[in-house]
Nanobody, 123 residues
């Protein structure tokens, strides 16, 4: 499974951005997808995810209420809508996929990773 994350860029504090994670396979609908982010000098951290089985989403406390994950199985794409962006959201954002039906929180529980897309939020 190859994942392609896109949509990053430079935005101002309070702006919105939508990231996309496109998969190379038609059976992307059977994978749970997570979004992680890694700020400079910090470990990669879970931001949110969506279960393939239930469609339920799960978010880190730091983004809850501001970020929304959705998926379009017809397009083999998962989206991360980011609103009210803050400078502390600045990071490289990665999407990842796993066959687990619940949304895992740790990096090692995901089998496939995209290359990352940089989001920079200016103050």
């Amino acid at each position: 499974v190859q994942l392609q994350a896109s949509g990053g860029g430079l935005v101002q504090h309070g702006a919105s951005l939508r990231l996309s994670c496109a998969a190379s396979i038609r059976t992307f609908s059977v994978y749970t997808v997570g979004w992680f982010r890694q700020a400079p000098g910090k470990a990669r951290e879970f931001a949110g995810g969506i279960s393939y089985r239930t469609g339920l989403t799960r978010y880190a406390d730091s983004v809850k209420g501001r970020f929304t994950i959705s998926r379009d199985n017809a397009k083999n794409t998962v989206y991360l809508q980011m609103n009210s962006l803050k400078p502390e959201d600045t990071a490289v954002y990665y999407c990842a996929a796993t066959g687990l039906h619940q949304v895992p929180l740790t990096v090692r529980q995901y089998d496939y990773w995209g290359q990352g897309t940089l989001v920079t939020v200016s103050s």
